[in-house]
């Protein structure tokens, strides 16, 4: 890894906010092509899911849903369920940061696919008692939309169909057909 990721990478972390933004903004653009340092920086950027600072912790969800396109060992596979976890975050704007950068992770491959929906099956279906309930499954659904237009699967529209017929607030299913209907 270059120094110039390195400063960047320990940057997520700093105090200086504006220092943490142009480290986000940096490893983003970065992270949209495949980098070869994905393993490199792999384990300190899980570590940042559970962060005391919430922006280090949407910083580091989001940069690690732009990594499962390096990641050819398959390594989200076992980190997954800890990016689902930053979804439920106590900082609501840090869930959504999350949720609406999963995505990313679908569209590398159909093993990736499966794992993200299965994820937001079930995430679609737990967060009916959260506060912000209706919103995360407005998320959940443009979330799948995004992979749905990219990877052109029927399979998701199915999927996010029987969700929404599944969403028993008649104005919030109308919200969430909305998203597909476009």
Known sequence: MDKIIRTHLDNIRSDDGQIQFKAYDY?????????????????????GLTHKDNHVRAITSQILTYLAKSDPRGRIFKDYDKLLNVTKDERFVTARHC????????????KQQKLYLDGMEKRFKECVTEK??????????VS???VY???????IREKAQALIA????????????????K
Not at 30 to 47: F, K, L, R
Not at 149 to 155: I, Y
């Open 149 to 155: 237009n990219e990877v052109g699967d029927e399979s």
């Open 99 to 110: 949720m609406q950068s999963l995505w990313n992770v679908a569209v590398v491959g159909k």
């Open 144 to 146: 799948m939309r995004n």
């Open 132 to 141: 912000n309930g209706k919103l995360i499954r407005y998320d959940i659904l």
């Open 27 to 47: 490893l983003m653009k970065e992270t949209e092509q495949p980098v070869d340092w994905a393993y490199e920086a792999w384990e300190e950027i899980v570590e």
């Open 166 to 181: 599944s969403e028993t607030d008649v104005k919030n299913q109308k919200k969430c057909a909305g998203v597909w209907k």
